[in-house]
C-alpha cells in the first residue's frame, strides 16, 4: 500500500487487478484449447483409415462434456476475437449435468420433469441450451423447441442475438466428417428450423397462448418467460409435448408464472438451478462485501453504474421483489378486480377496441346494466397482418359471444397504417372486405399530447369506483381470458423513472404488449363512459355515492362483514 492511498482504494485497485487477471486467464485457456483442438483436428484430416473419425464421433456421441470442450465455438462480438472456443465454468458444467441427467431420466423412466433456471443476465445459458439441444439433435436425433417473447428473438437469421442463429453458429463450425449424412448448410437450416436429415429438429416459436402445441419434443426451453405475455398459457400449451419443459429468465417482479413458481406459489413444482453472477469466475474476481454485507466486485459496479436500483435488483442480484416505482395504476387491486369466469349481461353490446401496430392488441369489453366495465376477453398478435387479425377476431366473436352485436372502436392510428406500401389503411381494410367500421370520432376532439392522459385518467376513475349495494367494483377483468391486460395494470405500464435523479417522470414508457392492453382499455371507456362519472348514466340500483375512499371502503366492508 502507497502512502496515499486508503484501505478502500486498496481494495478497489486489488479488485480491478484480480478482474482483469482473471480475464487474462481465461484468454490463456482459450489460446490452449485452439492449440489442442487444431492437433486433433490435423489428426483426423491424415486419417487414412478412418479410425481417429471413428473414435472421435464415439467420444462425442457418449460425452458431452469432450464434444463442447473440443469442437463447439461460438461469437463473442465484444472480445478481441469473436470466434472463441466454448469453454464451459464450474457453474455450466454442474447445470449441464443436471439438465442431461433430468433428460435421460425421462427416457429411461418415463417422468416428467420441470425445470427452471433463475439468473443474472448474461450469465450464457442461451449459449448452454442450444449447445445441448444440436448434441442431442447431431447424435442422438432428439427434437426441441425453443420459445422466446418474439419471434425475433427466437430466430432471425445473420442475428447472433437470435437463440437458432447460435444453433446455426455452431453447426457451421464443425468439421464436415461430423455432420449428418445429406446434410447441407443452405437446404436444412431455414428460418425457425435446423433440421437433421436422419432424424430430429429443433424449431423455435414466439411466446403465444398455443405455444408448443403439435408434434412432441423431447425438450422445450421458454427462455425469458417471465417476460412473456401469455406465460401462463403457453406453460399449459406446451406441456402435453413435451416431458421435459425449461424455464429461464432473470426475474421480472412478482407476479408471473416464472415468480410464482419459484417462490412456490404454483401448481408446477420445478427443479430449481440458480446462476449467480458470484458463480462467474471473471464476473466475481476480487468479491468483497460492502458495508451492508452485500457481495460486490469490479464487475459489479462498472455494471450498476449505467442500471437503475430496479434493474440492479432483477438483473443482477435475482430479486422478484423489485420496485413498483412508477407504477400507474396503483388503484388496481387483484383481490377486487381480478374476476375468473366473468360472464357478458346478455343484451349488452360487446365492445371491441382495436390498438393496430406490430404488437396488435385487441380487447374485448361491455359495460353492463350497473355501469360496470367487463374485460372478457384480449387477443394479441405480433407481426400480424390486418387480416389475420380480422380473421381471428371474428372467429372469438363467434365463439365465445354468440347472439350478441358489436361495437368496434380504435386508435385514430390505424386510419392511417397500412401493413405496406402498396395496401389500403387498415381499418380501410376492415371496413372494405369484413364490413367492420372502427369508430375513432371518440378521440378526434382531444389534442394528442392529453390522449395517454385522458386514458389513464378514465382507467383510474372506474378502479377507484365502487358499487357498494351490489358489493362489486366497477372495473372487472377476467384474468384467465386477459392476462396481458391483468399484467399492465399490475406492474407493466409504468412511468419512466429517470435513472440518474431516480425520480419518476411523467412520461409513460412505451413497453409493449403492456402499453397496448391498457390503450384499448382507455379508449373503450372513454368511447362509452368518458373521462369521470357525470357522464355516467343511473345504474337499476340507487347509489349513494359512486366513488368513496378506498379507506372509507374498507371500513364498510368490515362493518357489513362482506
Not at 125 to 151: E, P
Not at 308 to 326: F, H, M, Q, V
Not at 408 to 427: C, I, K, L, M
Request: hydrophobic share 35%; glycine share 6%.
Amino acid at each position: 500500500m502507497t502512502e496515499d492511498s486508503t484501505p478502500e482504494l486498496q481494495d478497489l485497485q486489488d479488485s480491478e487487478r484480480l478482474y482483469l487477471e482473471a480475464v487474462q486467464k481465461e484468454r490463456e485457456a482459450q489460446a490452449a484449447a485452439i492449440t489442442k483442438r487444431a492437433q486433433i483436428l490435423l489428426l483426423c484430416e491424415y486419417d487414412e483409415t478412418g479410425e481417429e473419425i471413428a473414435a472421435e464421433l464415439v467420444n462425442c456421441r457418449n460425452d458431452f462434456f469432450y464434444w463442447v470442450e473440443n469442437y463447439v465455438w461460438i461469437e463473442e462480438p465484444r472480445s478481441d476475437i469473436q470466434k472463441i472456443p466454448m469453454l464451459l465454468y464450474p457453474y455450466q458444467r454442474e447445470a449441464a449435468t443436471k439438465i442431461i441427467g433430468l433428460l435421460e431420466d425421462s427416457v429411461k423412466n418415463m417422468r416428467k420433469h420441470d425445470i427452471l433456471a433463475e439468473k443474472t443476465r448474461d450469465m450464457g445459458w442461451t449459449w448452454l441450451l442450444i449447445t445441448i439441444a444440436v448434441w442431442y439433435w447431431l447424435f442422438h436425433n432428439k427434437s426441441s423447441l425453443f420459445g422466446s417473447r418474439k419471434q425475433d428473438l427466437a430466430d432471425t437469421l445473420g442475428d447472433m442475438k437470435s437463440i437458432l442463429e447460435k444453433g446455426r453458429y455452431i453447426i457451421r463450425n464443425l468439421p464436415e466428417w461430423m455432420l449428418p449424412k445429406g446434410f447441407k448448410l443452405d437446404k436444412n437450416m431455414g428460418h425457425l428450423l435446423l433440421k437433421n436429415p436422419e432424424g430430429g429438429v429443433i424449431t423455435g416459436e414466439a411466446a403465444c397462448p398455443d405455444f408448443g402445441r403439435g408434434d412432441r419434443k423431447f425438450f422445450i426451453v421458454l427462455d425469458e418467460s417471465a417476460s412473456w405475455a401469455y406465460d401462463y398459457a403457453a406453460a399449459q400449451a406446451c406441456g402435453n409435448s413435451t416431458s421435459v419443459r425449461i424455464f429461464i429468465s432473470t426475474p421480472r417482479g412478482p407476479f408471473n408464472k416464472f415468480a410464482m413458481m419459484r417462490k412456490g406459489e404454483d401448481n408446477v413444482k420445478p427443479e430449481i438451478i440458480t446462476s449467480h453472477w458470484t458463480q462467474h469466475p471473471i464476473k466475481s474476481a476480487g468479491t468483497t462485501r460492502d458495508e451492508n454485507g452485500k457481495p460486490t466486485s469490479f464487475w459489479y459496479r462498472e455494471e450498476c453504474k449505467n442500471k437503475s436500483p430496479d434493474e440492479i435488483a432483477a438483473e443482477l442480484d435475482i430479486c422478484y421483489e423489485t420496485s413498483t416505482k412508477g407504477k400507474v395504476f396503483e388503484a388496481y387491486v387483484p383481490e377486487w378486480h381480478a374476476k375468473k369466469g366473468l360472464r357478458p349481461q346478455d343484451g349488452r353490446t360487446i365492445i371491441r377496441v382495436w390498438d393496430p401496430g406490430l404488437t396488435f392488441y385487441v380487447l374485448f369489453m361491455q359495460i353492463d346494466n350497473y355501469r360496470r366495465v367487463l374485460c372478457l376477453k384480449e387477443l394479441c398478435l405480433e407481426n400480424a397482418h390486418i387480416r389475420d387479425v380480422a380473421n381471428q377476431v371474428l372467429s372469438i366473436s363467434d365463439m365465445c359471444f354468440q347472439n350478441f352485436s358489436f361495437i368496434d372502436y380504435g386508435d385514430p392510428a390505424g386510419r392511417n397504417r397500412n401493413s405496406s406500401a402498396v395496401e389500403t389503411p387498415e381499418f380501410s381494410t376492415l371496413m372494405d372486405e369484413y364490413g367492420i367500421y372502427v369508430d375513432t370520432s371518440f378521440l378526434d376532439s382531444v389534442p394528442s399530447y392529453l390522449r395517454v392522459k385522458n386514458r389513464i385518467q378514465a382507467i383510474n376513475n372506474k378502479l377507484r369506483e365502487q358499487l357498494a349495494p351490489i358489493k362489486s367494483q366497477a372495473l372487472l377483468i377476467d384474468t384467465d381470458a386477459c392476462p396481458i391486460l391483468d399484467r399492465a395494470l399490475r406492474e407493466g405500464y409504468r412511468y419512466k423513472v429517470d435513472k440518474w435523479t431516480k425520480r419518476v417522470t411523467e412520461q409513460v414508457d412505451e413497453e409493449h404488449p403492456w402499453e397496448d392492453a391498457v390503450d384499448c382499455l382507455g379508449m373503450g371507456i372513454l368511447a362509452e363512459i368518458g373521462l369521470g362519472t357525470n357522464k355516467t348514466s343511473k345504474s337499476k340500483l340507487e347509489i349513494a355515492k359512486n366513488v368513496v375512499s378506498w379507506g372509507a371502503y374498507n371500513n364498510k366492508r368490515k362493518r357489513q362483514g362482506w
